[in-house]
């Protein structure tokens, strides 16, 4: 059985998560960013172990990304909404 849980990205901005993909690492995509997550020494993602690393200051998009070979792709939104 698994029990839920939720953490806090450091961040100057509220950030809605859109996608997760699982790669080596785990990869959270937002509306204002991308993030490479890693876990303890051993790899294990846990809820005293989860080391955020923020990558990308561009929101992913709405669209799911599309994983190929060992990396992943997807659209960035419209900056301009004008």
Do not use: C, F
């Not at 990558?55 to 997807?74: C, F, H, K, Q, R």
Request: proline letters at 6%; glycine letters at 10%.
């Amino acid at each position: 059985m698994t029990t839920p849980s939720s953490s806090r990205l450091a961040s100057r901005l509220a950030q809605n998560v859109k996608h997760l993909v699982g790669l080596k690492q785990l990869v959270v995509l937002t509306d204002n960013g991308g993030w490479r997550v890693g876990g303890d020494q051993a790899g294990a993602l846990t809820p005293s172990a989860i080391n955020a690393d923020q990558e990308l200051y561009v929101g992913a998009a709405d669209p799911p990304p599309v994983i190929i070979g060992n990396a992943s792709s997807t659209s960035r939104r419209a900056l301009d909404r004008a």
